[in-house]
């Protein structure tokens, strides 16, 4: 009897914890802007669940040591960046398979700056230049595939103009 008791007031307990934790989360659209920063470029990003890793599009990259520098696409200003490299990723795709270096990154959604690990990718045949993961995500929100743009980025500090990282 006292096993039955424990059981029911767990179950009580869970049934109210669900709601409460689902209300914290955002709602996001299947697509969104995003702000890459520092450097305040707005870019059209896909949320894709079924993605662990975020992407992004780029036209080149080497990488020299510890760092790779790459160029945005034209679609994302064209500008050329160097970051700290942190390792790369082997991704299979339709086309097959191959390696892609990763790079943090900072975006703002929403409200949020959110600081991700991103595979440079070249996109070009993709609608969206960038690619918004699980992993980026983090369980913070609820994805209605059926909209777009139901959270417009609005976090401190956004800049208009573009410095690069080329140091």
Known sequence: MHLIIKLTVVAV???FAMPIAAAEKKAIGAVEDIVIFPWGLTLAA???TGAATSSLDVCDFKVVGKYV???LADRC???????P???TKTIHTS???GQRPIVMMEICLGSTLI????TLNDRSKMEYPVLIGRRTLRGKYIVDVSSKNLLPPTCPGVKPDFIPDLK
């Open 13 to 15: 307990l869970c049934l």
């Open 46 to 48: 896909r949320i894709d």
């Open 115 to 118: 600081k991700t690990r991103v």
């Open 77 to 83: 200003g064209g500008h050329k960046i160097r970051r």
């Open 85 to 87: 490299l942190l390792g």
């Open 95 to 97: 086309d097959g398979s």
């Open 69 to 71: 520098t790459f160029t």
